[in-house]
Antibody, heavy 122, light 111 residues
């Protein structure tokens, strides 16, 4: 079945960077966008951006531009999201999600990874 | 501040019908983009409930339905059950932002 498995929880100090990985299985990795979404404690979802696994092209949400980098390794069907210059406001659960429509950014997200808690604390 | 607006909470008694609105603008829902809905149970990642405004993935009961009118979309839940108590989020695409946008979420309480 289609599945996304993320890396484990991270604790980082302010100013540091964090990289979260997302391993895809059960579908052709290069045919669907991988999106990254975060959810701060008690808050809603915030879309961070997407990567086209086929081309490596990306679109980042404006509020993360300059701080986020999305990448992929098609040989092992893994996507990566790196966020730099962390502050306490970046404490959140970070999710990867597969776009439902083939290389179309307007579709739903299904499935989602299990989430990765990133805690930023001094 | 979420781009799509949802009420923070709604409630209903078992067996009743509730509707959760999701209001956007002319750059997202009003531009004709589909709306998708997710259910999130406490401590668990989101589950796709409605895709492409009106469609249910396999396994989602037909008690859940979606619709759209103008710049708003709606999630209706009929025959409320205790297991429906969860947070519900809407999502669409925004042409101005060139990306996906979410509602702030609505907590459903089954009385």
């Amino acid at each position: 079945q289609v599945q996304l498995v993320q890396s484990g929880a991270e604790v980082k100090k302010p100013g540091a960077s964090v990289r979260v990985s997302c391993e895809a299985s059960g579908y052709k990795f290069t045919d669907y966008y991988m999106h990254w979404v975060r959810q701060a404690p008690g808050q809603g979802f915030e879309w961070m951006g997407r990567i086209n696994p086929k081309s490596g092209g990306f679109q980042y949400a404006q509020q993360f531009q300059g701080r986020v980098t999305m990448a992929r390794d098609t040989s092992i069907s893994i996507g990566y999201m790196e966020l730099s210059s962390l502050t306490s406001d970046d404490t959140a659960v970070y999710y990867c999600a597969k776009g439902a429509r083939e290389l179309d950014p307007r579709g739903s997200f299904d499935p989602w990874g299990q989430g990765t808690l990133v805690m930023v604390s001094s | 501040q979420s781009v799509l607006t949802q009420p923070p909470s709604v409630s209903g008694a078992p067996g009743q019908r509730v509707t959760i609105p999701c209001t956007g603008s002319s750059s997202n829902i009003g531009a004709g983009y589909d709306v998708h809905w997710y259910q999130q149970l406490p401590g668990i990642g989101p589950k796709l409930l409605i895709y492409d405004t009106t469609n249910r993935p396999s396994g989602v009961p037909d008690r859940f339905s979606g619709s759209k009118s103008g710049t708003s979309a709606f999630l209706a839940i009929t025959g409320l059950q205790a297991e429906d108590e969860a947070d519900y989020f809407c999502q669409s695409y925004d042409i101005t932002l060139s990306g996906s946008v979410f509602g702030g979420g609505t907590k459903l309480t089954v009385l």
